[in-house]
């Protein structure tokens, strides 16, 4: 990335637009004194793979589905004042490139049915889109127990229709992965939430303010 201590930006240019090459190049390099840096990859316990510079964990990636697949990845937020969730979540493809996505803000009481909620939203999502194969990935390992306690479904009306949209005709792979792996499924949540406009909005283009989490997945998804 740093070629004659000026940065060299020629592979990014497909991927940065303009002006985010511009700043980029008015940032002084960080040069050490042998002018290279140190990477070490190494797999988690989850089998994320996580990138540490200089033996300092950075963060665990995100990582595309294996091709013929899709995965979504959904995201619960909630606030107690005014008892308010949101909810949001992504469909992405083997390349890493955006399919489709969406934010919701409702009334809910706790963050576990924020995580359901969000979860069916994205469920019949992908269901509506007419993708048959699925990863579905979800960082509430609570959202997982339940789903496999089947006593616990009479209970909750939102767990009955997420059970009802996993009995379709087709294949969900639902998987757990660490917080630090859903950033942009978070990121639309929290929009939804900010927005306090009850009900849920669908994109065909990803919102701006999730493009530079995207960005970075795309660094990390293969």
């Known amino acids: 990335m740093v070629r004659n201590e000026t940065w060299c930006l020629d592979n990014l240019y497909t991927l940065l637009p303009a002006e985010a090459q511009e700043s980029l190049s008015k940032i002084a390099p960080q040069l050490t004194l042998n002018r290279a840096d140190k990477w070490i990859w190494s797999p988690s316990a989850t089998g994320c793979y996580t ?19 899709i995965k979504l990845n959904t995201y619960g937020s909630w606030r107690e004042p005014g008892a308010f969730i949101g909810g949001g979540g992504l ?27 969000a979860l069916r939203d994205g469920l019949q999502m992908a269901w509506n889109s007419g993708y048959k194969d699925i990863v579905a990935e979800v960082d509430s390992r609570e959202t997982l127990h339940v789903l496999r306690d089947a006593a616990s479904h009479a209970f909750c009306p939102v767990l009955s229709e ?13 998987q757990w992965i660490p917080r630090e792996c859903n950033a942009t499924a978070d990121c639309l949540a929290k929009l939804g939430l900010d927005g306090g406009i009850l009900g849920i909005s669908y994109f065909e ?18």
Do not use: I
């Open 205 to 222: 283009r990803p919102p701006v303010e999730v493009e530079p989490l995207l960005l970075r997945d795309s660094f990390s998804a293969f």
């Open 91 to 117: 469909l992405r493809g083997a390349d890493g490139g955006w399919l489709h996505g969406f934010w919701s803000c409702g009334q809910g009481q706790s963050a576990f049915m924020a995580e359901l909620e």
């Open 51 to 69: 990138v540490r510079n200089g033996g300092t964990l950075l963060h665990e990636v995100w990582k595309a589905p294996p091709t013929g697949k």
């Open 162 to 174: 997420v059970v009802k949209l996993l009995s379709y005709q087709w294949r969900v792979d639902l």
